[in-house]
């Protein structure tokens, strides 16, 4: 059975930074993709960044230049730095990740973690 945990949201304020992360177990496919998505009170899930096996990167417009997503595939986790927060970051964050083994397509979620970011 394949798990994401996601740790390290948390209270911060407006201008801070915070790091949260992904760690996959139980992963028995081959991953192409991952990242991470958030879901605001009241809004529909986004994307905010998602990484390649290679690294390739992908960022929303919003969190450009304030992200960093980043992964280390040996330990099938993941990683999104955030500085130069603000208010309008405040969501839960998921983490996600798409594979594929022979015959079959993963596309996997966290159960998310709550970022807070206060004025």
């Known amino acids: 059975q394949v798990q994401l945990v996601e740790s390290g949201g948390g209270l911060v304020q407006a201008g801070g930074s915070l790091r949260v992360s992904c760690a996959a177990s139980?992963?028995?496919?081959?991953?192409?993709?991952m990242g991470w998505y958030r879901q605001a009170p009241g809004k529909q899930r986004e994307l905010v960044a998602t990484i390649s096996t290679g690294g390739t990167t992908n960022y929303d417009d919003s969190v450009k230049g304030r992200f960093t997503i980043s992964r280390d595939n040996a330990k099938n986790t993941m990683y999104l730095q955030m500085n130069s927060l603000k208010p309008e970051d405040t969501a839960v964050y998921y983490c996600?990740?798409?594979?594929?083994?022979?015959?079959?397509?993963?596309?996997?979620w966290g159960q998310g973690t709550l970022v807070t970011v206060s004025s």
């Open positions: 996600n990740v798409q594979g594929r083994a022979p015959r079959k397509y993963y596309d996997v």
């Open positions: 139980g992963v028995t496919f081959s991953i192409d993709i």
